[in-house]
């Protein structure tokens, strides 16, 4: 009983730890999917650990200072930015 906060031996029940289920507090809880709300920041996919879960970001971006979202490289939002566009010409006509 290794994920249990508390276990009343009288009754024969535990309270799981956060994370954690069933009757012997077995299971873990899958964070991505369950219902409990929690999420990740935009830009992220959330992954299931054992008793816990993480947020990964996604490709292209990576972890903020703060660690709290996951913010764009910004030298490829410039690159892309810059790709080559049509520019109309302008002419200088003097007399």
């Known amino acids: ?22 009757t012997e507090c077995k299971t873990d809880v899958d964070e991505c999917v369950s219902a409990n709300g929690f999420k990740c920041p935009a ?9 816990s879960y993480k947020c990964d970001c996604d ?11 996951c913010t764009g490289n910004d030298c ?8 080559a566009k049509p520019r109309p010409m302008i002419s200088e006509h003097t007399s």
Do not use: P
């Open 43 to 51: 830009n992220s996919t959330c992954v299931n650990t054992l008793g």
């Open 1 to 22: 009983m290794t994920h249990t906060s508390v276990c009343n031996t009288v009754k024969g029940s535990c309270t799981c730890a956060a994370g954690w289920t069933g």
């Open 76 to 83: 490829r939002f410039i690159y892309l930015s810059n790709i």
């Open 59 to 69: 490709s292209g971006f990576k972890t903020s200072i703060k660690g709290d979202s």
